[in-house]
């Protein structure tokens, strides 16, 4: 089973691998786990009328990448990081 270790309202400037919108977060978590390259997803919520949800599934985690890339106080999304156990 996976865990994921949330940041909220933060957000990870990392590769993309798959973009998924209209699903929950415990939705995201499932893909996430099943894809072996994704090692995280940002939980983004885009308002405008009404509300839509997207899962940002990235191939880095914020170690594997530069510094200034883990963007901060951004409301409208959570960081979720894999962790294998």
Excluded at 10 to 21: F, G, K, Q, R, V
Excluded at 54 to 82: H, I, W
Aim: net charge neutral; with cysteine; proline share 2%.
């Amino acid at each position: 089973m996976d865990r994921f270790q949330r940041y909220h309202g933060s957000y990870l400037l990392a590769p993309i691998l798959d973009i998924t919108s209209d699903v929950s977060e415990r939705e995201c978590m499932t893909i996430c786990s099943t894809n072996r390259e994704c090692l995280g997803f940002n939980y983004y919520e885009r308002k405008r009328d009404t509300s839509v949800y997207y899962c940002y599934m990235v191939s880095k985690t914020a170690r594997m990448l530069p510094l200034g890339s883990f963007v901060l106080n951004f409301t409208e999304c959570d960081y979720y990081q894999r962790h294998c156990v």
